[in-house]
């Protein structure tokens, strides 16, 4: 259908977070303990790759903390190398920094070795330190997207031995790629359920507190669907197209919302929810997005916050990409590669935003149409109904994605237009000033005198 070469997008990665500056001179005793999720971590690695220091800064709410690197690819939640290393550099930090009481925070499968030691308080480390060294100096537990009941990726990849097309930055929570560790088969559904069952993780369905201690949740309940927004780009943009994909797929749940890896059924079979954000995808879970590391800190400084349902968030910044690259604001004339005639690209002012009608380049431009919103595969969406194309016999197939043309098709399909494989290819990402992006939306043919899928250049 498309005429002329194509190539792939460069992806827009883009970081936020915010510092909340509060001094920790009057809480010397009082600590933070960060635990990663799957990944052979250092304890470098943890805080540059894993959480950041932006984002630690953020969450610790300017109180002492231990950044905590350890084998949690290599080693199941459940295994000495996994828990004990933990413990083995918590006790030094402690006794070191006279430490009296510490909040937890761990994301993903961090939550495992944490319910392990508060279920097993007379285990024994490596060293020679006893959890219970650990776990009474524990005041409160907050895991961020916990994998408490196991994960369907982790079904995918432990039977099929590959991630098919799941992006890349998808491949990092499960370790890097090597899908048959001891900490991805921990994460199989039926083996946490047989973990759960028999004792060796702490923490009962519907119970708030494990061992005494007050667990907090905080999670994302789907993958934000316009990720032509800034809520997309905080913390890395690659990521949220891998996330995207895991839950277009159903691979995050099976039969609830989803962060992208970690299912609402998961996150929530236990804990007080303290965060349940539709904007929050398991990664941005760790970088403090949407406000929720200065929730955190709220919740570390023992301060009330408010019940998920009463939280309010900053307006997002509109980046909107798909209609920066494709000038899906702005009428006119334009060339149509596919056919050589002269168009007429539609656009979408602000009063067709909300006219009541279907408009085409405000769902692209916008992410909605009136009361009409993105993704959706509804026949009523114009770039799905073949009505449209009248000269084309495909309708938008899913060859196109990342082909190095911003179809505004799959924006409306899926709220993107990128490859969900190794190069996680972005087409939507407005180019350079100077430069150009080729753009397939509907348009008004004045050759044929009909409505039709056309190319073209939108210079920048």
Known sequence: MHLFPRSAGLALVAACAVLLGVSGEAHANAGVVFVHGTGDQS??????????????????????????????????????????????????WVNANGISSFTVITHSNGSSPLRYMLAHTGAVSAQGYPVSQVTSKISQVIFSAPDLTGTPLADQVTTSGSFLNIANSVVEFFGGGSYNNPAVLQQRTDNMRVYNGNGTFGGTYGATSVGGKPIYVVRGNRVYANLFSSDAHCGGYLYSIGLKAAALLGWGSFNA?????????????????????????????????????????????????????????SPETAVAAAGQACNNYASGYAYDYMTGNTVWKYGCTTTQLNNGKVEPDCLIAYGYSSSYRIPSTASWNPYINPAYYQTWSEVCPDSWQGDGICDACLVAKYGFDATTGSSGANDCVQAPPGGSNFCGALSWDTYYGIHNYSVVEALH
């Not at 079979?269 to 929720?292: A, T």
């Not at 929730?295 to 998920?308: D, E, R, T």
């Open 43 to 92: 304890v470098s690695s943890a805080l540059s790759g894993y959480w950041t220091q932006k984002s630690v800064d953020t969450m610790r709410n300017g109180r002492p903390y231990l950044i905590v690197g350890y084998p949690g690819a290599s080693c199941a939640g459940f295994s000495q190398c996994s828990w004990g290393s933990i413990v083995d550099q918590i006790v030094p």
């Open 257 to 313: 919302g989803t962060d992208g890896f970690i299912g609402n059924d998961s996150s929530g079979y236990f804990g007080n929810i303290m965060i349940d954000d539709g904007r929050l995808n398991h990664h941005q879970s760790r970088r403090s997005c949407h406000n929720s590391g200065n929730l955190i800190a709220q919740k570390v400084a023992n301060a009330p916050i408010p019940a998920p349902t009463s939280q309010t968030y």
